[in-house]
């Protein structure tokens, strides 16, 4: 079973259609999931919409999946993200808008892996740090926990009682970086984001996990940033935005 991981999307259907042709160019994938935050910050929401929704993709909510569709206010947002969320929700058709309302939050358990936005515990939280992945590696119901939220692909593992950090570093030549997954280990892995990286890396994030030969393969995709840039421009979308996109940050 080999799954296709996607995390931050965030509107931006450039990036995610680039990395959809870079997991079909490495190996048919079986089953696609999302680990939430389909649209904010980017100027495609509907559109992404669709493709998930052909692709039959899992899909767990983000909190801006939440704001963008009314269940939530963006009372803890920055400045741009909060402008982000308002202008999707005027944006987003009514069937999207109720798509988005009845997505279920995680975590939720798919082909022996489990899902999660931001942490096990709460939907909300950032997991930066060793200390803070702790919790929900000690009671991780199973050896492999996806997460997203942070925007910085790599992750965590639990080895003889110590969180060790996952480094993945996808040369810029390269597409893929592998990791072996070890027996008797436990592993709290984010694939990073699709839409909107924060790691330094502008490229599409991804993750593809072949639970056969128990490896994963962390994922990068070049797509054209300026086109992106060029619609959020037209949109009228925050400039903070639009510049962040180019490093990665």
């Not at 202008?87 to 058709?93: E, Q």
């Not at 309302?101 to 999660?116: A, I, K, N, S």
């Not at 965590?156 to 072996?180: I, M, W």
């Not at 060029?230 to 510049?243: H, K, N, V, Y």
């Amino acid at each position: 079973m080999r799954l296709l991981i996607l995390s931050d999307i965030h509107a931006n259907l450039t990036a995610l259609d680039a990395v959809l042709a870079c997991a079909r160019n490495e190996a048919p994938c079986d089953r696609t999931a999302c680990l939430g935050d389909l649209v904010g910050y980017g100027p495609d929401p509907n559109e992404v919409i669709a493709r998930l929704k052909d692709l039959g993709a899992v899909i767990i909510r983000g909190n801006h999946d939440k704001v963008s569709c009314g269940l939530e206010e963006p009372e803890g947002f920055n400045p741009a993200a909060r402008t982000a969320a308002l202008w999707t929700r005027d944006r987003l058709t009514p069937e999207n808008r109720e798509y988005l309302r009845g997505m279920p939050r995680g975590p939720l358990r798919m082909e022996g892996v489990e899902l999660v936005h931001g942490a096990s515990h709460d939907e909300d939280e950032y997991v930066f740090s060793p200390a803070q992945a702790l919790e929900g590696l000690l009671d991780a119901p199973v050896p492999v926990t996806f997460f997203g939220h942070t925007h910085v692909q790599g992750g965590f593992v639990l080895r003889d009682d110590q969180v060790e950090v996952l480094y993945p570093r996808v040369p810029s030549e390269e597409n893929f970086s592998p990791l072996k997954l070890e027996p008797g280990m436990r592993y709290l892995v984010n694939p990073g984001s699709v839409g909107q990286p924060r790691d330094g890396d502008a490229r599409a994030a991804f993750v593809i996990a072949d639970l056969g030969a128990q490896q994963l393969e962390f994922g990068r995709a070049a797509y054209d940033i300026a086109l992106v840039q060029e619609r959020m421009t037209d949109a009228g979308l925050p400039a903070a935005l639009i510049q962040r996109l180019a490093i990665g940050r």
